[in-house]
């Protein structure tokens, strides 16, 4: 079983070598990563975008991994976590597992037992977890087949327009900077310029055309998700 195409991929992780070739990895393999250094900006990710696969570091600058994989399982996100870890006691290892983890792997080790992990571990998901279709008014998102179906049509999105509508529509009525859009977006690595946030939203309103359901701008503030 090969790891999905397109599967979008949560690093927490504050060693930014580690990360960056982490995320190297998975772009290599047609996926699409996104680092977090903090819990709290993890945290806020989880909120707004759905992902196949955490792979989560537990000491962190801001707090403790465990915390956040205890939280993620008390807000009933069964997203799959792999624990990336120095620790090796059985011990770590079990009370991990007791938090809520997938599965773990201890620190150093091999990129190709780490797609392994995954592997194993999506197999254990599939059927156990679905992703619901997002529905916002008179539009629906499947964000697994990134397919938009408004009262005009059915669209199939771009990697980005999915991304960024999945932003807006599990937070509606949310106003969102373009920082803050361009935070969950685009990647460290990018650049980032004014107008680029503006293209991705010129194309959804696009299709969001003859819908009760649109991207409202407020003026030097951003953008919001509405529906009337």
């Known amino acids: 079983m090969k790891l999905k195409n397109n599967m979008k991929v949560l690093i927490v ?92 792997i201890v620190k150093p080790f091999d990129f190709a037992e780490l797609e392994a992990r995954c592997r194993a571990v999506l197999r254990r998901n599939i059927g156990a ?17 990134a397919e938009l179906q408004t009262p005009e049509t059915c669209f199939t999105l771009r990697n980005r327009e999915l991304r960024l509508l ?22 460290i690595s990018e650049t980032v310029n004014e107008n680029t946030i503006e293209v991705y939203i010129g194309r959804i309103r696009k299709k969001l055309a003859g819908s009760s359901t649109r991207i409202e701008t407020m003026r030097g503030i951003g953008y919001k998700l509405t529906s009337s």
């Open 13 to 104: 992780e504050d060693e930014t070598k580690l990360a960056l070739s982490l995320a190297d990895h998975f772009k290599l393999g047609g996926h699409i990563p996104e680092i977090s250094d903090t819990v709290a900006t993890a945290a806020e990710l989880v909120c707004v975008t759905h992902y196949d696969m955490i792979l989560l570091d537990i000491m962190l600058p801001d707090g403790d991994g465990r915390a956040f994989l205890r939280s993620l399982r008390a807000d009933h996100v069964q997203t799959p976590v792999i624990v990336m870890t120095a620790r090796s006691e059985v011990s770590d290892r079990v009370d991990m597992l007791d938090f809520g983890a997938d599965d773990y």
């Open 129 to 145: 977890s679905t992703t619901k279709d997002l529905v916002v008014g008179d539009i629906t998102l499947n964000p697994l087949t």
């Open 166 to 187: 999945e932003i807006f529509m599990n937070a509606p009525n949310i106003l969102f900077t373009k920082d803050q859009l361009a935070d969950r977006l685009l990647s």
